[in-house]
C-alpha cells in the first residue's frame, strides 16, 4: 500500500548569486523572472520561499492516524494503521534555515536545462501519454516523467540541490502539525490536484494542472501544490525504521538504500492519506512515471 501510486514567498535580488543559482544577469538560466512571484514579495531567492530556522513536529502520531483514517472512511477508502508505520515516531526536528522552491519545476524550466546541454530529455508523451513533455501540456505544467538523478541534475543546474526530507516535510506542514499542507480539512479539488481512481484522475482533466492552479491549499509557508499535482523526489533514501534512530537536528536520511523517498501526492491515483504532509512514498529512484516531478532547494547563507 505505501507504493500507491501563507508564510511570505520570498523573490528579488538580496542574496548571492550562487546561493540561488542565478547566472551573471541576476535571473535563472533560460528566464527573465519569475513568472509566478507576487509583486509585493521583492527580498531573497527568486522563486523561492525562506523556510527559518527552528523546530517542527515531523512524522504522524495515534491522533493523526485517527484523524486521516475517518476521512480516508469519509470518502469510502478503507484504512490500515500499518501504512502509517513508516511515519512513527512523531518527533520535535530542529533544522537551519533554507530555501525551497514555491512551485515545482516546470516543463518550460527543465527544457532550459536540456537546451543547455545538462539535463536528458525525460519520459515523453509518445512513451505515456500522461507524460508532459512533448505534450499540450508543456509550459507551466510540472515536469514528470523523471527519474531521481534527472531531478538531482536539474537542482544542480539551478545551483541548487534536492531537499532533504525533513526539510520538505516542514515547508509543508509548517510548525503547528497540521495533517495536510492546507490544515485539517479533507482534500477536495477546491486545494489539491489529486485522482481519487474511482472518478477521473486530475479533478477531471485526467492529466496534471498548471502550478500553482490551487492556491487555496498552499503550504503555511505559501508552496504551491506540496499535496498533489505530482510527488516530488527528495534528497533522502528509504527506510521504514530511520525515525526511530534519526537525529533530531538536520537529519541527513539514511546512508544507503535501494528506494529513494517521494514526497507530496499526485494527479494520478491516490488514496486520501497519500496527500498528507507526512506521508512518505518508498520509490525506485531508476523508475520515470507520470505522477512523479522535481522541487529544488538551497541553504540559507
Same mark, same amino acid.
Given at each position: 500500500? =505505501?507504493?500507491?501510486?501563507?508564510?511570505?514567498? @520570498?523573490?528579488?535580488?538580496?542574496?548571492?548569486?550562487?546561493?540561488?543559482?542565478?547566472?551573471?544577469?541576476?535571473?535563472?538560466?533560460?528566464?527573465?523572472?519569475?513568472?509566478?512571484?507576487?509583486?509585493?514579495?521583492?527580498?531573497?531567492?527568486?522563486?523561492?520561499?525562506?523556510?527559518?530556522?527552528?523546530?517542527f513536529?515531523?512524522?504522524? *502520531?495515534?491522533?493523526?492516524i485517527n484523524?486521516?483514517?475517518?476521512?480516508?472512511?469519509? &470518502?469510502?477508502?478503507?484504512?490500515?494503521?500499518?501504512?502509517?508505520? *513508516?511515519? #512513527?515516531p512523531?518527533?520535535?526536528?530542529?533544522?537551519?534555515?533554507?530555501?525551497?522552491?514555491?512551485?515545482?519545476?516546470?516543463?518550460?524550466?527543465?527544457?532550459?536545462? !536540456?537546451?543547455?546541454?545538462? +539535463?536528458?530529455?525525460?519520459?515523453? !508523451?509518445?512513451?505515456?501519454?500522461?507524460?508532459?513533455?512533448?505534450?499540450?501540456?508543456?509550459?507551466?505544467?510540472p515536469?514528470?516523467?523523471?527519474?531521481?538523478?534527472?531531478?538531482? =541534475?536539474?537542482?544542480? @543546474?539551478?545551483?541548487? /540541490?534536492?531537499?532533504?526530507?525533513?526539510?520538505?516535510?516542514?515547508?509543508?506542514?509548517?510548525?503547528?502539525?497540521?495533517?495536510?499542507?492546507?490544515?485539517?480539512?479533507?482534500?477536495? +479539488?477546491? &486545494?489539491?490536484?489529486w485522482? *481519487?481512481g474511482?472518478?477521473?484522475?486530475? +479533478?477531471?482533466?485526467?492529466?496534471? @494542472?498548471?502550478?500553482?492552479?490551487?492556491? #487555496?491549499?498552499?503550504?503555511?509557508?505559501?508552496l504551491? *501544490?506540496?499535496?498533489?499535482?505530482?510527488?516530488?523526489?527528495?534528497?533522502?533514501?528509504?527506510?521504514?525504521?530511520?525515525?526511530a534512530?534519526?537525529?533530531? /537536528?538536520?537529519?541527513?536520511?539514511?546512508?544507503?538504500?535501494?528506494?529513494?523517498? &517521494?514526497?507530496?501526492?499526485s494527479?494520478?491515483?491516490?488514496?486520501?492519506?497519500?496527500l498528507?504532509?507526512?506521508?512518505?512514498?518508498?520509490?525506485?529512484?531508476?523508475?520515470?512515471y !507520470?505522477?512523479?516531478?522535481?522541487?529544488?532547494?538551497?541553504?540559507?547563507?
Amino acid at each position: 500500500m =505505501k507504493r500507491f501510486f501563507p508564510a511570505l514567498v @520570498w523573490c528579488g535580488l538580496a542574496l548571492s548569486l550562487g546561493a540561488c543559482g542565478l547566472n551573471d544577469e541576476g535571473a535563472f538560466p533560460g528566464e527573465s523572472h519569475v513568472k509566478y512571484c507576487p509583486e509585493e514579495n521583492k527580498s531573497g531567492c527568486p522563486g523561492m520561499v525562506l523556510i527559518p530556522a527552528g523546530e517542527f513536529t515531523m512524522g504522524t *502520531d495515534d491522533s493523526g492516524i485517527n484523524q486521516a483514517c475517518r476521512h480516508q472512511q469519509a &470518502l469510502d477508502y478503507p484504512c490500515d494503521r500499518k501504512w502509517f508505520d *513508516d511515519e #512513527q515516531p512523531r518527533r520535535t526536528v530542529v533544522l537551519d534555515a533554507f530555501y525551497i522552491d514555491w512551485h515545482e519545476v516546470t516543463v518550460d524550466e527543465y527544457r532550459a536545462c !536540456v537546451d543547455a546541454g545538462r +539535463c536528458t530529455k525525460p519520459g515523453d !508523451v509518445s512513451s505515456n501519454r500522461a507524460c508532459n513533455w512533448g505534450s499540450e501540456r508543456e509550459g507551466s505544467h510540472p515536469v514528470n516523467c523523471v527519474d531521481w538523478e534527472q531531478a538531482r =541534475k536539474y537542482c544542480e @543546474w539551478r545551483g541548487k /540541490r534536492l531537499p532533504a526530507e525533513a526539510e520538505w516535510e516542514k515547508a509543508a506542514r509548517g510548525t503547528d502539525g497540521r495533517l495536510y499542507p492546507w490544515g485539517e480539512q479533507p482534500p477536495s +479539488c477546491d &486545494l489539491v490536484v489529486w485522482g *481519487d481512481g474511482r472518478r477521473t484522475d486530475g +479533478c477531471g482533466r485526467n492529466s496534471t @494542472w498548471p502550478v500553482c492552479s490551487k492556491l #487555496q491549499g498552499n503550504s503555511p509557508h505559501g508552496l504551491c *501544490d506540496t499535496g498533489g499535482n505530482v510527488y516530488e523526489w527528495v534528497e533522502d533514501w528509504y527506510d521504514p525504521g530511520y525515525y526511530a534512530s534519526a537525529p533530531s /537536528r538536520n537529519p541527513p536520511g539514511p546512508p544507503s538504500g535501494t528506494m529513494r523517498v &517521494l514526497r507530496g501526492g499526485s494527479w494520478g491515483l491516490n488514496h486520501p492519506y497519500a496527500l498528507r504532509a507526512g506521508s512518505r512514498l518508498s520509490f525506485d529512484p531508476a523508475v520515470r512515471y !507520470v505522477s512523479v516531478g522535481i522541487r529544488c532547494a538551497s541553504p540559507s547563507p
